[in-house]
């Protein structure tokens, strides 16, 4: 019977050894708005979850969707333009 550890140590050893690089560190950067506004949106939502929604809370949700919906119209073109050269 062959144990199974010595298999997952040549497995598990070399995911767990690099750091990101500069390009995903960019990428990352580049897709910040977009995070901090899903955490904002999600942060709405949780606060309604033990309780009914107000109209303020629905407000403060719906802006929410919109900001996110605008970060990612903004990534979207940034990335278009990039692709397309920049020119409009």
Do not use: F, W, Y
């Not at 960019?26 to 899903?38: G, K, N, S, T």
């Not at 996110?68 to 990534?75: F, H, K, T």
């Amino acid at each position: 019977m062959k144990t199974i550890a010595a298999l997952q140590d040549l497995v598990t050893a070399a995911s767990l050894d690099g750091e990101p690089s500069a390009a995903e560190l960019d990428a990352i950067e580049l897709e910040m708005p977009v995070i901090r506004a899903e955490v904002e949106l999600l942060d709405a939502q949780i606060m309604t979850l033990d309780r009914p929604s107000s109209e303020l809370d629905e407000r403060r949700i719906r802006r929410a969707r919109n900001r996110v919906m605008a970060a990612r119209r903004d990534l979207t073109n940034r990335a278009t333009a990039t692709l397309t050269g920049g020119a409009a």
